[in-house]
C-alpha cells in the first residue's frame, strides 16, 4: 500500500511538472530583421510571464498604429536594470525587437531607448 502511494505521488509529480514546462512558450516572431517603433506609452502591464507596453506610435501616412512591446520575464528585466517604474504611462519610448510573424504589431523587445536617451536592453546583449 505504502509502494502504490508513494507511486502515485511520484507519477502526479512528473505530470504537473510537465504541465508547467509546457505552459512556457517561444514568441512566434519572425528573427529576420530588427523592428524599431516610437510612440507614446499608453498602458503598461507590469506582471510574468511578459511585462507588457502598449504604445500609440504615428504611422507613415499620419495615422496612429497602437503597437505592443512584450519584455521577457520582470526578474530578467530587473536584472538589466528595470523596475516597474522605468517607463511610465505618458512616456515617449522607442523600442526595438521582433516582429509577429502575422503580422501582428507585436513586438518581442530586445532594447529600448527612453526619452531621456538612456539605452536599456532586456537580455543583457
Same mark, same amino acid.
Given at each position: 500500500?505504502?509502494?502504490?502511494?508513494?507511486?502515485?505521488?511520484?507519477?502526479?509529480?512528473?505530470?504537473?511538472?510537465?504541465?508547467?514546462?509546457?505552459? /512556457?512558450?517561444?514568441?512566434?516572431?519572425?528573427?529576420?530583421?530588427?523592428?524599431?517603433?516610437?510612440?507614446?506609452?499608453?498602458?503598461?502591464?507590469?506582471?510574468?510571464? /511578459?511585462?507588457?507596453?502598449?504604445?500609440?506610435?504615428?504611422?507613415?501616412?499620419?495615422?496612429?498604429?497602437?503597437?505592443?512591446?512584450?519584455?521577457?520575464?520582470?526578474?530578467?528585466?530587473? %536584472?538589466?536594470?528595470?523596475? %516597474?517604474?522605468?517607463?511610465?504611462?505618458?512616456?515617449?519610448?522607442?523600442?526595438?525587437?521582433?516582429?509577429?510573424?502575422?503580422?501582428?504589431?507585436?513586438? !518581442?523587445?530586445? !532594447?529600448?531607448?527612453? %526619452?531621456?536617451?538612456?539605452?536599456? !536592453?532586456?537580455?543583457? !546583449?
Amino acid at each position: 500500500m505504502k509502494t502504490l502511494l508513494v507511486s502515485a505521488v511520484v507519477i502526479l509529480g512528473l505530470m504537473s511538472t510537465g504541465v508547467v514546462l509546457s505552459a /512556457h512558450h517561444s514568441w512566434p516572431v519572425s528573427y529576420e530583421k530588427l523592428v524599431t517603433v516610437k510612440g507614446t506609452v499608453k498602458e503598461i502591464s507590469w506582471m510574468n510571464p /511578459h511585462p507588457m507596453f502598449t504604445v500609440d506610435v504615428k504611422a507613415a501616412d499620419g495615422r496612429t498604429e497602437t503597437w505592443t512591446i512584450g519584455g521577457p520575464a520582470i526578474n530578467r528585466m530587473e %536584472a538589466n536594470g528595470w523596475t %516597474a517604474t522605468t517607463v511610465k504611462v505618458g512616456d515617449v519610448m522607442t523600442g526595438t525587437g521582433y516582429q509577429f510573424m502575422d503580422g501582428q504589431k507585436i513586438i !518581442r523587445l530586445e !532594447r529600448v531607448v527612453l %526619452a531621456d536617451g538612456r539605452e536599456l !536592453r532586456v537580455y543583457g !546583449r
